[in-house]
C-alpha cells in the first residue's frame, strides 16, 4: 500500500512495481487497484491501431514528443500481441522509442499478452488506470491491429486512431469490417511513399459510403468553435484524416490537435461520460469472464472439464449443450448438487 503513497507523489520506481504487480494479477493486484481508482480519471486514453507495420510505434513516439513540448506528460503503454509464430516487435519498440527515455514526463510499458487477448484487454485497463492516477496527461495505448485486439483498445480508449499506410494492400485493409465504426480519427502514415492520396481517397469514399451514425447529440447544439471542427451539420463526429509522415514528425501536430479537439468535442456532448460508462463496462466484462471462469474451474470437481471436453470432441454432446451443462453443474454445486454425466445424450 506504501507504494500507492509513493506512486501519487511521482515516485517512477513505485509506478514501475505497481504495474508489475498489477500485471501480475490476483488479490494484491486487486487491492493496488481498488486503492488507485479514486485517483483514476483525469487523464485522456488515445489508442492506436492499425495493420503491423503502418508506423504505430513512430507514430506514437512522435505525438508524445508534441505533447511533451506543450508540457503535457504522457505514459505509453506498448500492447504487443506477440503471436506464438513471431517473437513480436518489442525490442524494436524500445529501440525506437529511446529518444523519449530519460525525460520523467514520459512513462513506457511494452506488455506482451501470454496468449490471451481477452487477459490483455483487463492487464491493459488495469495499467491505464495506474498511469491515470499516477497523473499522466495523455495515455497513449499502442497495438496492433488484429482483429479483436483493436476493438478491445477501443473500448478502452477515449480517442481511437486507426493508423493506415499505403502500399500495404490499402483499400483492402482500409475497407476492413470494424474499422469505421471505432476509428475516431485516421492517420494515414507514410504519406512521403506513393499512394498515400489514394487511401485517404479509399477512407473518403468509405466514409461517404457509411450508413450515417446515429447523431451523438442534438443538432444544432452550439459547441465552441474548435470542436465544431469535426462536427457534421447532424451532430455527429466525422473522423479527420490527417496525412503523417511521422519519422520526420510531418502532421504529427496537426494529428495531436486533432485529439485535442475530438477530447473537446467528447466533453462538450457529454460523449465523455458515456465513453467512460462504456469503457466500464468493457473492463466489467473482462472482470466477470475471468472471475467467473475462475469460479466455475474452482467449484467443479477435479477432472470434470476434462470428461465434458472429451464427449465434445467424440461427439458425444454438442459445445453447446455441454457448456450449458457445465453452467448447471456450477449452480448445482453451489447447492452441493451432483454433476450431471457430461456424456448422457442432451435433454
Ligand atoms: N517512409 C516511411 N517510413 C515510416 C514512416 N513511419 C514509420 N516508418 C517506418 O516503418 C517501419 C515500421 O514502423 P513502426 O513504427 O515500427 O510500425 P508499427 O506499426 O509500430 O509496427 P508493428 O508494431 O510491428 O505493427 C519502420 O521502419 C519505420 O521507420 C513514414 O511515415 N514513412
Ligand atoms: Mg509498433
Known amino acids: 500500500m506504501d507504494f500507492v503513497t509513493q506512486l501519487l507523489a511521482g515516485n517512477r520506481r513505485a509506478l514501475a512495481r505497481t504495474i508489475s504487480q498489477v500485471e501480475d494479477g490476483g488479490p494484491e493486484a486487486h487491492a493496488l487497484l481498488a486503492a488507485l481508482y479514486p485517483y483514476t480519471g483525469r487523464g485522456h486514453v488515445i489508442g492506436i491501431t492499425g495493420a503491423p507495420g503502418t508506423g504505430k510505434s513512430t507514430l506514437v513516439n512522435a505525438l508524445a514528443k508534441t505533447y511533451r513540448d506543450q508540457g503535457r506528460t504522457v505514459g505509453i503503454i506498448a500492447v504487443d500481441p506477440t503471436s506464438p509464430f513471431s517473437g513480436g516487435a518489442l525490442l524494436g519498440d524500445r529501440v525506437r522509442m529511446r529518444d523519449l527515455t530519460g525525460d520523467p514526463g514520459i512513462f513506457i510499458r511494452s506488455m506482451a499478452t501470454r496468449g490471451s487477448l481477452g487477459g490483455l484487454g483487463r492487464a491493459t485497463a488495469d495499467v491505464i488506470s495506474v498511469l491515470d492516477a499516477a497523473g499522466f496527461a495523455r495515455i497513449l495505448v499502442e497495438t496492433v491491429g488484429v482483429g479483436q485486439a483493436e476493438v478491445d483498445i477501443a473500448g478502452a480508449a477515449h480517442t481511437t486512431i486507426v493508423v493506415e499506410a499505403p502500399g500495404l494492400g490499402d483499400e483492402v485493409q482500409a475497407i476492413k469490417a470494424g474499422v469505421l465504426e471505432i476509428a475516431d480519427l485516421f492517420a494515414v502514415n507514410k504519406a512521403d511513399r506513393e499512394g498515400a492520396d489514394h487511401t485517404v481517397m479509399a477512407l473518403q469514399m468509405m466514409q461517404g459510403l457509411a450508413p450515417t451514425s446515429p447523431s451523438h447529440h442534438g443538432a444544432g447544439r452550439s459547441l465552441t468553435r474548435a470542436a465544431e471542427a469535426g462536427v457534421q451539420p447532424d451532430g455527429s463526429w466525422l473522423p479527420p484524416i ?75 454432446v454438442d459445445p453447446y449443450h455441454a457448456a450449458d451443462r457445465l453452467i448447471a453443474a456450477f449452480l448445482d454445486r453451489s447447492a452441493a448438487g451432483q454433476c450431471p454425466d457430461p456424456a448422457q445424450a442432451p435433454g
Open 242 to 316: 490527417t496525412k503523417t509522415v511521422a519519422p520526420r514528425g510531418e502532421g504529427v501536430v496537426r494529428l495531436r490537435d486533432w485529439i485535442e479537439l475530438h477530447a473537446a468535442y467528447l466533453a462538450e456532448t457529454g460523449q465523455r461520460e458515456k465513453r467512460d460508462v462504456a469503457r466500464a463496462t468493457n473492463l466489467l466484462s473482462h472482470i466477470l469472464r475471468d472471475e467467473m471462469m475462475a469460479a466455475l474451474l474452482a467449484r467443479l470437481p477435479a477432472g470434470y472439464l476434462t470428461e465434458v471436453a472429451v464427449a465434445v470432441a467424440t461427439r458425444t
